[in-house]
Every structure is written in C-alpha cells, then in structure tokens.
C-alpha cells in the first residue's frame, strides 16, 4: 500500500467533505424546525384579569368567561373557561370555576334557587361553593390567590 494520494482519491475525499458540510448547513436548521415545536415549552398558568371589581354587584355571583390557547406541535386549540365573582362587600370577594367537581359539567347561577345548579346530574352548590344536594365529591374550586392591580380584579388561572 502506498502513502501516495492520487488524484481521484484527493477529489472523493474533498467531494464527501464538501457534500456533508453542506448537507449539515441544510439539514440541521430543517431538523430543528422539525423538532422545535415538540420542545417548546407550554405556560399554562398565569394572571387572568376580569375586570374592575365595580363590575360585580354584590351579593349576585356573575360569570367571567375567557379563552386560553394551548400549542401543541402544530395543532393550536382554544378552551373556553368560566369564574364566578360574588362580592360579598365592597372590597371582599370570591372567584369560584364554574366547573362541577362531579364530572366537569359548567354550573349555572339561579336566583330562584340561589344555588348554582349542575345541569348534568343535578349537582347543587350554594353560594359560598359548598355541596348541598346531588352526586359532586367535592365543593367549586376556589381561586384563592387574587389581587386587585391598576383597578382590576385578578386571580391565578392553573391550567391542569
């Protein structure tokens, strides 16, 4: 075997050289584009405003109702949520998820009834959140972590 390279093996191995650094230069920005949407990070908590607080009557719990969207890859959904804001006075207040705890059907304010009723399976929570008739395990979720920022009434939103 000789250590002498000859001229067609110099051009094969400057061709391979070439051709992959140029593959690379390609290749790598189009795998990562491919990629990058399955590694991006989703935020799924965060500070939801509903408004100035003198929106709410008190006493009367009034539906908020927002949307979130949620990347997934390419597939982009948008999931529509709802809270309750009952003043109980001038300056205090809850912010209940107008979710059942039974099986996460939305519940509906009656006044009539002064409860909020489950239409699914005839779930009954009162004012405050509690459970007072039907199959739900648990009372409303209660958002405890609000503020009132720049005249707005707020509350952390956690996407489960």
Known sequence: MSDHLDRREFVKIVTAALGTIMGAIVGLPAIGYLISPALRVQKNEDWISVGPLEKYPVGKPTLFSFTRSKVNGWEKTVNSYGVYVVRTSETEYTIFSNMCTHLSC?????DEAQEYICPCHDGHFGQDGSVTAGPP???LIRYEETKIE????MFFFKES
């Open 137 to 139: 395990p648990k009372p």
């Open 106 to 110: 939305r519940v509906n304010w009656k």
């Open 150 to 153: 720049d005249g707005n009434l």
